[in-house]
Nanobody, 114 residues
Framework: QVQLAESGGGLVQSGGSLRPSCAAS????????MGWYRQAPGKQRDLVAD???????SYADSVKGRFTISRDNAKNTVYLQMNSLKPEDTAVYYC????????WGQGTQVTVSS
């Protein structure tokens, strides 16, 4: 079973940038699309970005134009470049396959101050 470990979150001011990463213990190269999800306090976990094994990407409207998802299949790692961060981006960020077939990792906290 693949294990996922997210890192790279932190506290930034509004307008700042972060680049969380997600390292998998096993191969994620095929056939799964991978995604970044986020969960704010008291809210459900939502998918914000995804990338296919071939590199096609899609984004939630709330992050489109600000976030960029990428993957390195050789390193079994998925990244999320987050620019122009807003306080409403504050959440715990997780990665998983699409659908989410792997056990969830611990996530990485992203906090954006106004």
């Amino acid at each position: 079973q693949v294990q996922l470990a997210e890192s790279g979150g932190g506290l930034v001011q509004s307008g700042g940038s972060l680049r969380p990463s997600c390292a998998a213990s096993g191969s994620i190269s095929s056939p799964n699309a991978m995604g970044w999800y986020r969960q704010a306090p008291g809210k459900q976990r939502d998918l914000v970005a995804d990338i296919t094994s071939g590199g096609s990407t899609s984004y939630a409207d709330s992050v489109k134009g600000r976030f960029t998802i990428s993957r390195d299949n050789a390193k079994n790692t998925v990244y999320l470049q987050m620019n122009s961060l807003k306080p409403e981006d504050t959440a715990v960020y997780y990665c998983n396959a699409i659908p989410a077939v792997y056990y969830w990792g611990q996530g990485t906290q992203v906090t954006v101050s106004s």
